[in-house]
């Protein structure tokens, strides 16, 4: 199998909508629509985890689905920063968290079928308030309105459901990450 031919259908800021040619295993010519990332080189997302052993989540709105959405503080690589300086920005901005201790967890595709997204995370183990210089040099961005959620380990289930039936979405990558982020926590 492979590519035959892309076509550009229509590019925006971030993101441009492609309709692939490729050849299938039986010789066949197919098509394909996809959507690619441009102006960023990678997404990160981090999960942040106090030294009380709270996981510390974000809820913001998300125009595409018209709601909230729970989820871990994430952001493109759009600014040629390396992707932990990216990890590190993005706790800062979402959260007003710092951490010493950002360590790689694991990294692959978002949606395969869809998008050419390869998203890394990270764990922030040990997150605290970071001085307010600090926060002064990593603003929120003007188009966030972020709530910060600390939920400890042994309430996360009950507290994500609750928060699901008042009417948010939850982010299913989450609960795979939190599954991969318990074998990092003491």
């Known amino acids: 199998m492979k590519i035959l031919k892309k076509e550009v259908v229509w590019q925006g800021k971030y993101l441009r909508i492609v309709l692939l040619y490729y050849e299938d295993s039986q010789g066949n010519i197919r098509q394909w629509e996809a959507v690619e990332r441009v ?5 990160v997302i981090v999960i942040p985890v106090t030294k009380d052993k709270e996981f510390v989540f974000i809820r913001q709105f998300r125009p595409i689905l018209g709601g909230y959405v729970i989820e871990f503080p994430a952001g493109l690589n759009d600014r040629k920063e390396s992707l ?4 590190k920005r993005e706790l800062i901005e979402e959260t007003g968290l710092f951490s010493d201790e950002i360590v790689f967890l694991a990294e692959g595709p978002v949606s ?3 998008s ?3 998203l890394t995370v990270f764990i922030a183990k040990n997150v605290r308030e970071a001085p307010e210089d600090v926060r002064k040099s990593y603003p929120p961005d003007e188009s966030e309105n972020i709530e910060v959620l600390k ?3 042994n309430e996360i289930f009950e507290k994500l459901n609750e928060l699901r039936t008042q009417g948010n979405y939850l982010d299913l990558k989450i ?3 939190l599954e991969l982020a318990k074998s990092f926590i003491d």
């Open 175 to 177: 609960f795979g990450f």
């Open 112 to 114: 395969s079928g869809l």
């Open 116 to 118: 050419s997204e390869i």
């Open 39 to 43: 102006n960023c080189n990678g997404i």
């Open 151 to 153: 939920i400890p380990v």
């Open 84 to 87: 932990l300086e990216v990890a």
